[in-house]
């Protein structure tokens, strides 16, 4: 059941990016940058993700965790910049996403 809704979270962000997806288009010349616009966004989320998705998160502060891993700022080698990469899929396969006391 978990691996269905975690396809279905997966879909809807996809097709809701506009309502619910962080940027990854922009550069940010330093992490903490990127990383501050990466929490505004996660914070907006928050609350989005728990009344989508109650079958996959009790609390705002279990969806800001998940949020936090599906979310990181990695520096691109070449141009230097920092990007908000997605790593939804990853997260959803991961043992913490199976693990969780949910």
């Known amino acids: 059941m978990r691996k269905i809704a975690a396809c279905v979270l997966i879909g809807t962000i996809a097709i809701a990016r506009p309502a619910a997806a962080h940027d990854t288009e922009?550069?940010?010349?330093?992490?903490?940058?990127?990383e501050a616009t990466s929490a505004a966004e996660s914070n907006a989320e928050n609350a989005w993700l728990l009344v989508t998705f109650p079958d996959l998160f009790d609390t705002t502060g279990e969806a800001a965790s998940f949020l936090t891993r599906a979310w990181t700022c990695d520096r691109n080698p070449s141009d230097g910049h920092y990007y908000i990469t997605d790593h939804i899929e990853e997260v959803l396969g991961s043992g913490w996403f199976a693990q969780r006391n949910h």
């Open 26 to 34: 922009s550069a940010f010349s330093s992490r903490g940058a990127c």
